[in-house]
Nanobody, 123 residues
Framework: QAQLVESGGGLVQAGGSLRLSCAAS???????MGWFRQAPGKERGFVAA????????TYADSVKGRFTISRDNAKNTVDLQMNNLKAEDTAVYYC?????????????????WGQGTQVTVSS
């Protein structure tokens, strides 16, 4: 059964850090993995993506320099380290798997999605 399960969300003060983790079942752990987020009343937007080797990553401008995506292929996990969190980072964060031929910031390119984990940053 294809499955992505996120963990690590919670409540943190502005300036703090959180580390999200995504555990993937074998068939969903894809060459390209990504994180997206959705705040109340807004569309789901791109946060970060990573290739199989981990040597190529891309980030939304709003999180560059603060967030780091990484993966452990032996454990089928993808992590998102979030530092210097801001109130505007408050959202539900989703892990996603892209089985296509190229890294993408477009949510339409992703084939599998997790259920999401809530991140709330208090100011």
């Amino acid at each position: 059964q294809a499955q992505l399960v996120e963990s690590g969300g919670g409540l943190v003060q502005a300036g703090g850090s959180l580390r999200l983790s995504c555990a993937a079942s074998g068939r969903t752990f894809s060459t390209y993995m990504g994180w997206f987020r959705q705040a109340p009343g807004k569309e789901r937007g791109f946060v970060a993506a990573i290739d199989w080797s981990g040597s190529s990553t891309t980030y939304a401008d709003s999180v560059k320099g603060r967030f780091t995506i990484s993966r452990d292929n032996a454990k089928n996990t993808v992590d998102l380290q979030m530092n210097n969190l801001k109130a505007e980072d408050t959202a539900v964060y989703y892990c996603a798997a892209n089985r296509g031929p190229a890294m993408s910031t477009n949510r339409g390119a992703y084939d599998y999605w997790g259920q999401g984990t809530q991140v709330t940053v208090s100011s």
